[in-house]
């Protein structure tokens, strides 16, 4: 297996456009995570899914942001409209189950001008 | 941060020496795992232990877990210049089942 895929690696774009990174998880893990990465905040748990449906969106900073998991080979995460303050990197994590490692992508490098 | 703290913040030693990095955390866990992120990179796991485990070996790696005082910690043995990197310590547990937070890392540096 290639490992958690993202795409795409790096991404600018200006404030007010929508944004969509992308995801593919490792073939048969249930579970799916997007995480924020920032200096200031650290590594933050935005969303999560188990069989495709999403348990705890708790970490979404507000409206803009939303998520989708149409199929277990698939997982979007949506900035619109995205503001500079959304400027971070973005990762995407998989794992089979409750008591295993999580796989991590090689994240996707957001910036908003 | 979502998980709680990790310490120090950052640590600078020599090859050679010992690493210790502690988490603590704030809700009960399932179990607990350790991670290194290399600049730049995702995360890469190193070790997990189960929430009815108190001690974990690999290699030059130990964890210790004191669910008690809701505590972890990272030994790092006979450190190496290629073991400089941040790490993390992440809860798998909380308030969702299933879920996986982070505290804010410790970034350490290994002088040769």
């Known amino acids: 297996d290639a490992g958690v895929i993202q795409s795409p690696r790096h991404e600018v774009t200006e404030m007010g456009q929508e944004v969509t990174l992308r995801c593919k998880p490792i073939s048969g893990h249930d579970y799916l995570f997007w995480y924020r990465q920032t200096m200031m905040r650290g590594l933050e748990l935005l969303i999560y899914f188990n069989n495709n449906v999403p348990i705890d969106d708790s970490g979404m900073p507000e409206d803009r942001f939303s998520a989708k998991m149409p199929n277990a080979s698939f997982s979007t995460l949506k900035i619109q409209p995205s503001e500079p303050r959304d400027s971070a990197v973005y990762f995407c994590a998989s794992r089979s189950a409750v008591n295993t490692e999580a796989f991590f992508g090689q994240g996707t490098r957001l910036t908003v001008v | 941060s979502q998980q709680g703290e990790e310490d120090p913040q950052a640590l600078s030693i020599q090859e050679g020496e010992n690493a210790t990095m502690n988490c603590s955390y704030k809700?009960?866990?399932?179990?607990l795992q350790w991670y290194r992120q290399n600049s730049g990179r995702g995360l890469v796991h190193l070790i997990l232990?189960?929430?009815?485990?108190r001690e974990k070996h690999s290699g030059r790696l130990r964890v210790t877990l004191d669910t008690s005082k809701k505590s972890s910690s990272l030994l790092i043995t006979a450190s190496r210049a290629a073991d400089t990197a941040s790490y993390f310590c992440g809860n798998a547990g909380g308030t969702s089942y299933g879920k996986l937070t982070f505290g804010q890392g410790t970034i350490l540096t290994v002088h040769p």
């Open positions: 232990i189960r929430s009815n485990e």
């Open positions: 809700t009960s866990i399932n179990n």
